[in-house]
Every structure is written in structure tokens, then in C-alpha cells.
């Protein structure tokens, strides 16, 4: 079957065809359909990324030949320009705050969430020690199969627009964007989260630039919220329900907050995890303004605010490793197996290795990851599992870490069920050791504490 994709790449190169995506080259993982879908979006995808990659070479002195430009995937690892495409790149942004908050956030032990709260949307994710991957989503309708971080995203942002309809308070999914943006904007936009904030004094003008209004200079319009607010106001009035003005506010912020707080219950406690159990790292332009009442509300004990929060998405991206991953389908049964598995995972291992060589990396900087995507024989849920020290095949017990994971996640286990091995995968990382550690100076003092956090729940850093 590959050699006959493979004639048929080539037929449509020679009669004019520029880009061809090759579903077994993009992600060799059982299941047709979704190969399918991903062939399309990378077909769809590449060509405009390639497209922007060459305008970008293009500002550069020779067209940055012989220069090593590494981009972010959307697994969380970097890779050459040259072989970024569009199947790999699709959350490739929220990936660098995964990365951001994993490498700086002091959790001493305890298990990490993400809460990264933009404009538009707010993301979460989870870390505890290892980055966790999904290998099937869907975006649009479409279903991707291709490595991802495992972000959840929910339309709740500084930008979400606040409404009053049929007696409910309504946040989002709509946004006001950046242009025209929220009313204290001053460019006639919508009443907004960051609105709220603003009347409830969570934010104060006096530390923003002043770059708002037609003109770009003028500071965030504290009455222009304030006004809109009480026009809400009339309407809740009239509705038969008299609130002040701070109340509504309050109001907005805390159906904000319950829908920024479901996507953290869904990759903790949907998943057998405690969610009071995580230290919450909170970063984004608008995560301080929300990051108390989430804690809160979630029964997390300690905050972690970065020094760079507000940027730490093009900060991971810096502290990124280099990753190339080699994968192959398998369909065979896990514990019938066991010789053609550690044959196969060392074949993989060894084209990791190459591709990091080539790229610059010693033996001394390469970590190799194995893993097998595994399922019970009848089922269609399979789990990507690294093994557990132990017994099986030389490169560890994967049963046990399947069968606990599993158990986990559904709260069962299928008894005389056997496990089929669906794919085999390498993660091969090329370390680029780089120290974050912040030498603190002579000259450093403790910081001008102005306000405290009234569930003294936040720690800077």
C-alpha cells in the first residue's frame, strides 16, 4: 500500500503538482479515516506555511542559508524550518506557554496546571514531569491525527463580550477583539471581561501606556465601562432584579470563571486526578486578574506567577528542546510480541538518533522516549503508555502502565482481555541544556508589595 501512495506522490509531482501530503509519511498510526482528514489539513496547511516561511528567509542576509531556524510544533518540541508543516504546527503557540510554565514553575513535586488567559480564549494544560500528548483531536470538524500537547481551550478571555439575555448573564463564545476591542478602548467597542476588571478595580489605568483611542494616546476610559455597565444595569433592573453596579461586574466574572474552571476539571478529575492536588501557573495577559477566584473555586492551594508571564508562551518556545519522533503501526498482540517490539522501538531509536546527529547533537544531549499505543483486542480506545521499570520487554512493562492508566481514566479494567499493541513510537529530544536558574544580585531587594491577594493564595516569582 505505501509503495503504491508512494507512485502516485510521484505521478502527481511530475504533471505539476508543488506540495504532495502522503498520509503514511505524516503520521503512520492505525486507523484510515483520520490519516485521511490529517493528509487534507497538512495539504491544506503546508503550502501557506511554506509560503510564509520563504517571505521570512527573504528578510534575512542570503536568505538565512547555512543558519539553523528552529520552529515550534505543537508537541512542544522544536524543529529545523525545513521540515515544519502544517499537520504539526496547529497549537504550536499555546505549546511555548506549556513549555514556558513546565521549565520555570516551582512546584516542589506537585503536579503543574496551566492556565494561560489571552484576548479571545484561555488555555489550560497539565505537567507532572513529563509533557502529556493526545494523538487525535478535532478542530473544526476536522479530526487530526498528529502529535499534540494536550490543551483544552475555552472561548473566555479579557476580549469576551459580556450580554444580559433571556435573565442570564452571558460571557463569550463572541469577542471584542483587539480592534474594536472593550469599551475602555475608546474605539466604540463591546463591554468586555476586561471591562469588568476595570470597573471593579483589578486594573488600574495609571499602569497601562496610554495608546487607546482613535488617536493612540490616550489612557483605558474607566467611565466609558462604568456607563455601559449601568445601561446592563437597566436591563437587569427591568428584568425585576435591582444590582449595584459592582455586583454586576462580580457577576460577569464569576460565570467567567466557572467556564475557565471546566476545562481544568476535564483534565484532572475527568481523568482520576486531584484536582486540589496541582499548584496552578497562571500567565497570559488576563490569568493574575482570575487566578484567586480559580484557585479558589478548585480548592488549589498555591499560585505561580512567572516574572515573564505575561510573554511566557514566546519564552518556552526559547527553552524548547529540539525533538524528532520516528513511528510505525504495529497490530500485534502486546504479550505475544515482546521480540519484534524491542526490535522495532531500537530501529526507531536509531533513526531518532541519526536525524539529532545531523543536526548537531551529541550522544551525551539525546534522551530517547519510547512508547506504545496500546487497547484492549475488540475496543477502540487506545492509550500512548511509556513503560514502568519491570518485567515484559527489554525496554520495560508496558502492561502495567496501561493497565493503571486505564483504570484511571474509566475506572475498570477488562479482565482475560488481551491488549493489542496499535503503534510503536520514539520521541527522540536533543537537549540544548540551557540554565534558567536567575542569579540573584547583590542589588536585588524584596519587591514594593501594593496590594495583596485576599485569598493569600499567590506567590511571585
Given amino acids: 500500500m505505501t509503495t503504491m501512495r508512494k507512485k502516485i506522490a510521484a505521478v502527481a509531482r511530475e504533471i505539476g503538482f508543488t506540495h504532495v501530503s502522503m498520509s503514511s509519511e505524516i503520521m503512520p498510526m492505525v486507523r484510515i479515516v483520520p490519516r485521511g482528514d490529517t493528509a487534507s489539513a497538512d495539504a491544506y496547511l503546508t503550502p501557506a506555511i511554506s509560503s510564509y516561511l520563504r517571505g521570512f528567509s527573504r528578510g534575512f542576509k542570503d536568505n538565512l542559508q547555512g543558519i539553523q531556524v528552529m520552529f515550534m510544533q505543537s508537541d512542544g518540541g522544536l524543529t529545523p524550518m525545513d521540515t515544519f508543516t502544517g499537520s504539526r504546527a496547529i497549537v504550536s503557540g499555546p505549546a511555548g506557554g506549556v513549555v514556558g510554565y513546565a521549565k520555570t514553575t516551582q512546584s516542589e513535586g506537585q503536579p503543574v496546571i496551566g492556565f494561560d488567559m489571552g484576548g479571545t480564549s484561555t488555555d489550560v494544560s497539565r505537567y507532572a514531569g513529563s509533557f502529556e500528548h493526545v494523538f487525535e483531536s478535532t478542530i473544526s470538524g476536522l479530526s487530526i491525527q498528529a502529535p499534540q500537547l494536550d490543551i483544552n481551550t475555552v472561548a473566555a478571555g479579557g476580549g469576551s463580550v459580556l450580554q444580559f439575555r433571556a435573565g442570564l448573564f452571558v460571557v463569550g463564545p463572541e469577542s471584542a477583539g483587539a480592534h474594536p476591542g472593550p469599551v475602555c478602548y475608546r474605539k466604540g467597542g463591546y463591554l468586555a471581561v476586561t471591562d469588568a ?28 465601562s462604568r456607563l455601559k455597565f449601568k445601561e446592563v444595569q437597566n436591563q437587569v433592573k427591568e428584568s425585576g432584579k435591582i444590582m449595584s453596579l459592582e455586583e454586576l461586574a462580580m457577576g460577569f466574572l464569576e460565570v467567567a470563571n466557572e467556564a475557565m474552571c471546566r476545562p481544568i476539571r476535564e483534565i484532572t478529575q475527568a481523568k482520576g486526578y486531584d484536582t486540589s492536588k496541582h499548584v496552578l501557573a497562571c500567565f497570559g495577559g488576563a490569568g493574575g486578574q482570575h487566578a484567586c477566584a480559580i484557585a479558589k473555586t478548585l480548592g488549589m492551594k498555591n499560585i505561580f506567577i512567572h516574572r515573564y508571564a505575561g510573554i511566557l508562551s514566546a519564552y518556552g518556545m526559547a527553552l524548547a528542546d529540539v525533538v524528532h519522533e520516528e513511528q510505525e503501526p504495529c497490530s500485534k498482540p502486546y504479550e505475544d510480541s515482546f521480540d519484534h517490539i524491542d526490535q522495532r522501538l531500537e530501529t526507531l531509536k536509531k533513526k531518532c538518533r541519526q536525524v539529532l546527529q545531523n543536526q548537531g547533537f551529541s550522544p551525551k544531549q539525546m534522551t530517547m522516549e519510547v512508547y506504545l499505543n496500546l487497547r484492549y483486542e475488540g475496543t477502540d480506545c487506545a492509550l500512548m503508555c511509556e513503560p514502568y521499570p519491570g518485567s515484559g520487554t527489554r525496554h520495560g512493562d508496558f502492561y502495567r502502565s496501561f493497565v493503571e492508566r486505564y483504570q484511571r481514566e474509566f475506572g475498570f479494567t477488562l479482565k482475560n482481555r488481551a491488549i493489542i499493541v496499535d503503534d510503536i513510537r520514539v520521541r527522540g529530544i536533543g537537549g540544548l541544556g540551557l540554565d534558567i536558574k536567575r542569579k540573584q544580585s547583590k542589588e536585588d531587594s524584596p519587591p514594593n508589595v501594593e496590594c495583596v491577594c485576599p485569598y493569600n493564595l499567590m506567590t511571585f516569582r
Fill in 197 to 224: 476588571n476595570l470597573a471593579l478595580g483589578r486594573i488600574l489605568p495609571e499602569y497601562f501606556p496610554k495608546i487607546f483611542g482613535e488617536s493612540e494616546d490616550q489612557p483605558l476610559d474607566l467611565e466609558a
